[in-house]
């Protein structure tokens, strides 16, 4: 699940739907802080992000804060099973 800007999206198709509908054709992110922790028994790990989006044509970069869940599958890879993204206006 994705929830992106309070609106909630589940389902791999709706997802990336959800992201190629964007208004925007360029983004560079600009990382500034991660935070990781276990979760739970299943090897499952949080990840907080913020940071900074610049888009193409804007002179103002846009601080965002990113939570996802991540869970390991069989094959010693990950997946992300949540996702919270948030613009932060100030």
């Known amino acids: 699940m994705l929830t992106f800007e309070g609106q909630?999206?589940?389902?791999?198709?709706?997802?990336v739907a959800k992201l190629t509908s964007l208004?925007?054709?360029q983004c560079q992110h600009s990382i500034t802080t991660v935070d990781c922790q276990p979760s739970g028994p299943a090897g499952g790990m949080l990840v907080f992000v913020s940071g900074n989006l610049q888009l193409a044509g804007e002179q103002h970069a846009l601080k965002f804060s990113q939570m996802f869940h991540l869970m390991p599958t069989?094959?010693?890879s990950f997946y992300?099973?949540?996702d919270?993204?948030?613009l932060n206006y100030a």
């Open 23 to 25: 208004p925007f054709q």
């Open 74 to 76: 069989p094959q010693g």
């Open 80 to 82: 992300v099973l949540n």
């Open 8 to 15: 909630k999206i589940q389902g791999s198709q709706s997802i």
């Open 84 to 86: 919270i993204f948030r």
